[in-house]
């Protein structure tokens, strides 16, 4: 059953659209459809405006939907303006807030509405563990069974971005073509992109400041780019929590739990975390969040950002 509001937030996504399409495709019903659809932006949303969308009846259906995008820069008296509807909302509408962040103020009186409402849904990001199930069911939905331990090959190759994920299965689901059980040479021989190991490599000639090599190995990796980039970003921030717990004094056995890595590669992403200086890894994760700016912007031609990105962080900016 539909709910009235929801705030989605949360660190996938491939996850978010999908809860998005999923009260879209529910709701949205009849040729009226896109009649009972609107959507706001929430740097430039006003409050007033929001309500009363939400507040017209469905043009020949029983619900409308009422999108705000970029919930999480509403500001604070838009915020506090939209807390009587959050207690008393429409029943023909689904008004949804949209928030690209993983992270919410608890302590605010909006978030507290939404939270005694029972509106918030997170959607985060899996564990590779929990990606690896989440790949045995989707291939059993297009009917092929998937041994577990191809299904962890696939995810090590992919990364832990769902959308990633996603398409990687998909490729693999067209190599395999009419065969019912996928193996782990079907992953191995599909040729599927982004592979882990060409990323440690990466990671390791960064680490030795070998630009030369680096963008070696860079050549070498196909796929689009802003995947490529998230590979990378997931390998830089996985070292950043290493060396920092492992400067705590925790056990290294515990990283696979805590980080939600496979035990088998935790002795090579010590190994790597060791090549950094912990302000090399902070660098890197502000070169980072710039070079994915720049895709996102379009300010640089997006063949340029990744080969400059490398040059930045082997010459230690």
Known sequence: MLKPVYYIYGT???????AIESIKKEALTGVFASMNYHQFEGKSADA???????LTLPAFAD?????????????APQ??????Y???????????????TGKIDKGSAFIKALTDGGYLKACNRMYEEELAVWVR?????????ISETAAR??????????????????????????KAAIDDKDVEDSGLDCREETIFGLSDAIGAKDLKK??????KISGEPLMVLGAISRQIRILLKIKIFLGKGVSSQKLPSMLGLFPKYTDDYIRRSKRFTLKELKGAIDRLKEADSDFKSGRMPQHMVLPKLIMDLCGGR
């Open 12 to 18: 996938d996504d491939y996850l978010i659209e999908e």
């Open 48 to 54: 007033s405006d929001v309500i009363a969308a939400a």
């Open 63 to 75: 619900k409308r939907v009422v999108l705000i995008r970029g919930a999480e820069n509403l500001k």
């Open 79 to 84: 915020q506090k303006e939209l807390i009587p």
């Open 86 to 100: 959050i207690n008393k909302p429409s029943e023909t509408t689904c008004l949804i807030f949209l928030a690209d």
């Open 137 to 145: 069911k989707e291939a059993k939905k297009e009917g092929k069974a």
């Open 153 to 178: 090959k696939l995810v090590e190759i992919a990364g832990t971005r769902l959308r990633d994920v996603r398409g990687e299965l998909d490729k693999l689901v067209l190599f395999v073509g009419d």
């Open 214 to 219: 680096a963008l070696k190995i860079y050549g």
